[in-house]
């Protein structure tokens, strides 16, 4: 998959601008707030209709404008899909093949990328909140039926906790809305379950060509059920839980168990990383996993997402960043920003930008 072209419009601190890629990689470089990753974030944002780094789309509207637009024209597989997303005070309308979607989850999937920013090391040190998120967001890129399956149970959830925090309670109802949560829950676990198995493969493939053979890397699926095979046997111990737990619960008007309590550690030689870990291995950990991720996709949908990485070469020594360069694979598009204009090896194919105050040019090698 790759992004043929890209348009911004009140963007951040771009007014305008238009964009035509190649495959390959191309490195925006340039001074610190000259608008280099507000680039990669329009593209995050057209391909997950989210930025990365803020909540809400109104910080992304350009100064004393109260909308933006952004387009893209992507080819997968001979295909060309085009995006738009035009964001304004109302809300978010997005376009796949310029007719409207109502629904983000009817428009996520045709534009994957995986991006890769500082504050992603950060990861191992938030609530568990936070990886959820992470697993939650990635898995979804892998199969709808996942995301399906989360919205209902938080549907579910929600009304479960609002009927809790009535004064009589009458169990038998109980009873339905945690049977309909151990359906959704079991489905939820396994995907969560086989996604880490898979995508830790793929991690530990990297971590090991960055840092030494003798660091094994793993993460640990934490919920409040051990999790097994056999479907039956786990909706059995899920339920005995449930009821155990249901007192409690009736205390204290509200649900106390289920996977969204989940969590996902990180280890690193069976250590947490969150305190095992120098900075330089959780960035590396951190990269090993993007690039697992990218893989993973490729796994399942036989197409590689498009890769972001943010400020990546920075405490990369040269070594670790030709590792990089060389393990990436050929087909992957990369955008990768940086403060210099790094001089790549001349069999990467490399594109190089000039990022000055929100304007754009493209650079020829020979021309540094
Ligand atoms: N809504 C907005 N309207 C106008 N300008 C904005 C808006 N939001 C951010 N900016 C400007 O965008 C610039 C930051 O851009 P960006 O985050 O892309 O920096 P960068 O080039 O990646 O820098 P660094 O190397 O420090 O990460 C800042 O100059 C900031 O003032």
Known sequence: MIIENLQLSHFRNYERLQMDFTPGIHLFYGHNGQGKTNILEALYYLSCAKSHRVRHDEYLMQKNFDYFSLKGQIVNDNKTVSLMCNVDTKGKHLFLF?????????????????????DDLLLFSQAPKKRRQFIDLELGKLSSGYTHALVDYYKILKEKNKYLKNHKIDDLFLDTLDEQLIDLQVKIM?????????????????????????????????????????????????????????????????????????????????????????????????????????????????????????????????????????????????????????????????????VIQGTVNKRRISDE
């Not at 310029?98 to 500082?118: L, Q, R």
């Open 190 to 354: 396994k995907q969560r379950h086989h996604f880490i198995e898979m995508l830790m493969q793929h991690t530990k493939k990297y971590f090991q060509l960055f840092e030494n053979k003798d660091l094994e890397i793993s993460c640990v699926y934490e919920s409040d059920v051990v999790y097994i095979e056999d479907e039956t046997l786990l909706k059995q111990k899920m339920t005995e839980k449930m009821r155990k737990h249901r007192e409690k619960e009736k205390l204290f008007h509200t649900s106390l168990v289920g996977i969204h309590k989940d969590d996902f550690t990180f280890m690193i030689n069976q250590q947490k990383v969150e305190t095992f870990a120098s900075q330089g291995q959780k960035r590396m950990y951190i990269l090993s996993l993007k690039l697992g991720m990218i893989n993973s996709i490729y796994q399942i949908k036989k197409e590689y997402p498009v890769l972001l990485l943010d400020d990546v070469f920075s405490e990369l020594d040269e070594q670790k960043r030709e590792i990089l360069l060389n393990i990436l694979p050929v087909d992957v598009q990369v955008f990768i920003t940086a403060t210099e204009c790094i001089q790549l090896k001349k069999n990467h194919n490399i594109t190089y930008y000039e």
């Open 98 to 118: 310029n007719t409207p979607v109502s629904k983000v989850s009817e428009y996520i999937g045709f534009f994957n990328a995986i991006m890769f920013y500082p």
